[in-house]
């Protein structure tokens, strides 16, 4: 993963260096706009492989269940937006307080939101690209949601989505992020459901207890 991200690194420079060269400011953009691209995808599998690295502990803290939220559709909002694909938030029902890690749980809320957005782009121009992210409390429970209407999924793909190192996006993916995301939410005593449609999008739904009991997983 990290050689073919560097193969794409080093593509992305030469059209910076031409488009100097050349006096050429449009092949500059598309340049620099694929170093940022994939610099950013190269930042994710940093930390996506230095958790994976060291098993850890979750360090519980007490956490506003609207603040956690919030915070996490702050920093998305932009990179939904510089993609142009649509960010919508329904916090109406987060409420209370949550028992969590926030710094993991939010690195495993992001690798799902970062899928949906790769889905949501892999979708033709003409349909819309929305991403949804909405959290409700329910008694002892809180739900996380991620829906998008980026291509979806055959049943065959959601099967395995949580497999280390099962990708199903060819050479642009690496096969740690929902893993990780998976193993997150585990250790938090809670799980993720997914449901998707070929073509139509899919949803995917953290569940975890307010007061979860923390463990270490294998």
């Avoid at 890690?101 to 992001?110: E, H, N, T, Y």
């Avoid at 690209?129 to 739900?143: A, H, L, M, P």
């Avoid at 291509?151 to 050479?171: D, H, N, Q, R, W």
Wanted: hydrophobic content about 40%; proline content about 4%; overall charge negative.
């Amino acid at each position: 993963g990290i050689k073919s991200l560097l193969t794409g690194l080093d593509g992305s420079i030469y059209l910076v260096d031409t488009g100097l060269e050349k006096d050429d400011p449009q092949r500059v953009r598309e340049g620099w706009d694929a170093v940022k691209t994939i610099a950013g995808r190269i930042r994710k599998l940093v930390f996506d492989i230095l958790y994976f690295a060291k098993e850890r502990t979750p360090e519980p803290e007490s956490v506003k269940v609207l603040n956690f939220a919030n915070d996490i559709a702050a920093a998305f909002e932009s990179k939904a937006r510089d993609k142009r694909v649509d960010f919508v938030c329904d916090f109406s029902a987060a409420s209370g307080k949550i028992e969590i890690d926030p710094g993991v749980m939010r690195l495993a809320l992001f690798n799902l939101l970062d899928n949906a957005l790769d889905a949501c782009l892999e979708r033709d121009a003409p349909h819309t690209r929305r991403i949804g992210f909405s959290v409700r409390v329910d008694q002892n429970t809180i739900f996380f949601e991620v829906a998008d209407d980026g291509i979806g999924m055959a049943p065959e793909t959601v099967a395995k989505l949580f497999t280390l190192f099962f990708s199903s996006k060819g050479e642009k993916g690496t096969g740690m992020g929902l893993f990780i995301a998976d193993k997150i939410v585990s250790q938090h005593g809670g799980n993720i459901t997914v449901q998707s449609t070929l073509g139509k999008g899919s949803v995917f739904i953290v569940t975890l207890p307010l007061s979860p009991t923390h463990q270490i997983l294998d």
